[in-house]
């Protein structure tokens, strides 16, 4: 069906107001967005790795979840996901759940839930394939304990344990590219997204991962107004810069087959996307060109190797 | 009708799970416990019993699968040994605070370094404050029965705790000995189903499960677990009642052989108890009044039960098969004498640490043990408190 | 089943629920986050075309919508952030602290 944004609003909200995630986070968007993605009929389990969304969603007494919920620890979203899912089969095989009642296992977790402490569960699960979806809100950072820099920072941002200063330029290393380890599990579905436009791309790949059998992936780059020290209202426009400088390329894999699902009409220069943060500001400092310089090359190399696989 | 086998403890625990058929077992390898999966594995293969079986990453995964398949609403189990206990030790803390009543059989081993396979309960022991239930045997027929209890334990509306099923690594894990088994029908019929009043996967209503808890709920929920906890104590007892009905088998906090008229007497657990057993035997021959209590439930501790069986000793030894490098003792020590501290005339106590990493327990040791307290009863005075036995030099 | 209205920080443990569970579907409702609003957004009816682009980029689920239109904002939870008015092709919301300054220019 056609993705038409009034029905999507239309639909009952099933991650609700009252969550204590900061005023312009990235992750309420995305968790609205994600349960929008389960049909209506079908109720969900969402597994989650502690970080801000953890202790921003379910505070006791109160949860933002419509569905069932469930956080055990940092590193193991995908290890209990894995253990919903056994139960949800047993139940099923049993009939203590009937036929035509539908149940998605969904877990989700920060780039560092998933891009390092939670690396092992998820690829377990993964290669085990279980049939769920793992969302990944990649904030490039471990924002929860305060932007220290984790695999998913990119190379030259400043984060609290890679900080700028007069014999530092940020941190050395470039970003893990998670979504393409993944596609090397063989996962039926996984897509790269984040939220621009009528939030199409997303609904459509967040949709389609939920509705795929198997152990399926869903990376999004979700912007920190805090970490990324940039003014909560330009959400969309650091969105947009995202992908429109490459920096965050939108694809899908499925079955294997890589898939741009978005182009930008001209590719802009990186540092479109670096001046609009504090976290790249040392970048523009006199002296320090070399470094948008460096950034640039590492974004043209990738996104030539995607275009690769995409041909 | 009981069925007359030979089975090694591993085997033993592996046919309980076979008759119980739990929903889901997360597994993960590690000596001496890899026994169990294998077996259970087995049985999947073959079609009898309906587990879900999955293969994870690491005990870690182990017990968070677990508890996710627990929270969703159906029995989930696992079993481990040493470093793999430990690599859980985070998500056994979860388990015991989200109230999940997951059943986990532990062949208790020693914990590196050096790296050894052999038995102590240096494992176990470290998991003391994670909020499991942790019941200990002597042979092969006590980790069945405790297996059998296990579920109805954990799972009594008054407790919902996790809980440990210890048998000795190798000693007990991998030893054949006879074994008395019930019928698949008895089993199933004493155990009962699962049906739990709130899941995830149930259709009515959600539920949340593991919230961030402020400093306004947090002490709060902590003495709710430290009540379950508490609450365990009657729980166990009746559901060894029951088992004693039904199977004809006595189980209580401890067994407390030979205790009635004791004057020098030892704490022990698992199967050191029967070697020990022998030495109290010969003694007892000789005229001397020895005794011994072995400890079969050491979480919830029973404090109070296990000081009031020991207060008219003269002497006790505290025989502790793990290390806490506390300096001043290790932790059955520590409880043990904890637990007597009120009592108006109470034994002069020491602490043994042996048997670490498999070192041999002998009669002959034991009675040098009882020999020691002979001599405090005899002279009065209690010589060094925290000693090693079994070690060189 | 206890609910999560009926649980406060002056309850006794032995009225918590076991394992801090909850039975009941978003009660984070309860909190008003709207307290945590430094800058308001107001929504100016007669120039929103009910294009709907706002609503799904609130991070707080405070623009509320019923067959396929926006109403007023939930200001009960809404935490100010802005990201609706810089997402609103025809200027339909703006800060409310800059309203004169639109109604100037009008």
Redesign the interface.
């Known amino acids: 069906m056609a993705y038409n944004l009034k029905e999507e609003m239309n639909k009952e909200e099933r991650f609700h107001s009252g969550h204590r995630l900061c005023a312009g986070c990235g992750a309420g968007i995305v968790c609205r967005a994600m349960m929008r993605a389960v049909d209506p009929e079908d ?1 969900a ?1 969402i ?1 989650n790795a502690t970080g801000c969304l ?2 921003s969603s ?4 109160f ?1 933002a ?9 940092f ?2 979203a ?14 099923k ?2 009939g ?2 009937p036929e035509g ?1 539908n ?1 998605k296992i969904l877990a989700i977790g920060g780039d560092g839930g998933t891009y390092d402490i939670g690396f ?2 998820l ?2 699960a993964l ?2 394939g279980h049939d769920f979806t793992y969302f990944c809100y990649d904030n490039n950072a471990y924002m929860n304990t305060g932007t220290q820099r984790s695999s998913a920072t990119p190379r030259f941002a400043s984060a609290t344990t890679t900080p700028a200063g007069v014999e530092s330029v940020g941190k050395k290393q470039v970003q893990k590219d998670l979504t393409q380890i993944v596609v090397a599990h063989g996962s039926p579905y996984v897509a790269q997204t984040t939220m621009f436009g009528n939030m199409k791309d997303f609904h459509e790949k967040a949709h389609r991962a939920i509705y795929t059998n198997g152990p399926t992936f869903v990376n999004v780059l979700t912007p920190c107004p805090r970490g990324w020290m940039y003014p909560a209202e330009d959400f969309v426009k650091i969105c947009k810069a995202a992908i429109d400088t490459c920096v965050w390329p939108i694809y899908e894999v499925v079955e294997g087959e890589y898939r741009l699902t978005f182009e930008p009409r001209q590719k802009l220069p990186v540092e479109e996307f670096m001046r609009l943060q504090g976290r790249f500001a040392h970048c523009f400092k006199p002296g320090n060109e070399w470094t948008i310089e460096a950034a640039q090359e590492y974004v043209d190399k990738k996104w030539e190797e995607l275009l690769a696989k995409c041909r | 009708m009981s069925i007359r086998e030979r089975l090694s403890g591993n085997e033993a625990v592996a046919t309980a799970i076979r008759q119980i058929n739990p ?2 077992f ?1 597994m993960f390898p590690i000596t001496p416990s890899t026994e169990i999966p294998q077996y259970v594995a087995q049985y999947v293969a073959d079609g009898k019993v ?3 079986f ?5 005990e ?3 017990m ?11 029995r ?1 189990v696992t079993a481990t040994s040493s470093a793999g206990l430990s690599y859980m030790n ?2 056994l803390y ?1 388990a015991g ?4 009543p997951v059943v986990l059989a532990v062949a208790c081993r020693a914990l590196t370094g050096p790296i050894n396979i052999n038995h102590d309960y240096s494992d176990s022991f470290a998991e003391r404050d994670s909020g499991f239930i942790q019941l200990y045997a002597e042979n092969n027929q006590e980790v069945y029965d405790n297996y059998l209890m296990a579920h109805r334990i954990a799972e009594h509306p008054d407790v ?1 705790l996790p809980l440990m099923v210890c048998e000795d690594g190798f000693i007990t894990s991998h030893a054949i000995e006879n074994i008395e088994l019930e019928e698949d029908a008895a089993v199933k019929a004493f155990v009962g189903e699962y049906n739990p ?2 899941y ?4 009515e ?10 400093s ?2 947090y ?3 902590r ?2 677990q430290a ?1 379950a906890m508490i609450n365990a104590k009657k729980v166990i007892l009746d559901v060894a009642a029951d088992f004693e009905k039904t199977f004809g088998r006595k189980y209580g906090f401890f067994e407390a052989y030979k205790m009635e008229d004791a004057e020098v007497a030892m704490v022990i657990m698992g199967s050191s108890a029967g070697t020990a057993k022998v030495a109290v035997d010969e003694l007892r021959a000789q005229g001397i009044k020895a005794g011994l209590v072995k400890l079969r439930v050491f979480r919830p501790f029973p404090g109070e039960e296990l000081a009031a069986v020991l207060q008219n000793c003269k002497a006790v030894a505290v025989m502790d098969k793990s290390e806490g490098f506390s300096a001043c003792g290790g932790p059955l020590f520590a409880e043990t004498a904890g637990a007597c501290i009120n009592l108006d005339k109470r034994p002069k106590m020491i602490d043994i640490v042996f048997g670490l990493g498999g070192r041999d327990f002998t009669v002959d040791a034991a009675k040098g043990v009882f020999n020691r307290l002979e001599n405090i009863v005899k002279t009065g005075k209690t010589g060094p408190v925290y000693t090693h036995m079994g070690q060189r030099g | ?1 206890r609910s999560a209205k009926d649980i406060n ?1 002056k ?4 009225d ?1 629920t ?8 978003g009660t984070s409702r309860l909190t008003k986050t709207g307290e945590w609003r430094s800058r308001t957004p107001v929504w100016i009816e007669e120039k929103c075309k009910q294009c709907l682009l706002c609503a799904p980029f609130c991070p707080d689920a405070s623009i509320p919508c019923k067959d396929g239109k926006r109403s007023e904002f939930d200001y009960e939870h809404c935490k100010g952030c802005g990201i609706c008015i810089k997402v609103c092709p025809f200027d339909a919301i703006c800060w409310q602290d800059e309203m004169k300054d639109k109604e100037g220019t009008k």
């Not at chain 1, 379910?58 to 007494?61: A, D, G």
């Not at chain 3, 309850?11 to 032995?14: E, F, T």
Request: glycine share 6%.
């Open positions: 109720r389990v597994c953890e202790v379910f505070q006791y007494p949860t979840w419509e569905d069932s919920y469930i956080h055990t620890a590193e193991n995908s290890a209990t996901a894995s253990g919903v899912e056994a139960a949800y089969k047993v139940m095989k049993k203590k759940i009642e149940v092992q569960s690829s377990g290669e085990r | 929903d889901v997360a309906d587990t879900e999955i293969c994870v990453e690491s870690h995964s182990a968070s699968a677990c508890l996710g398949a627990e929270a969703a609403g159906v989930a985070e998500v979860v605070s989200l109230r999940l919902r009043e709130n995830l996967l149930k259709k209503n959600p539920l949340a499960v593991g919230p961030y808890g402020v306004a709920y002490m709060e929920a003495v709710a009540q | 089943m920080e309850i006794a443990w032995q918590l076991t394992g801090c569970e909850i039975y009941e579907p």
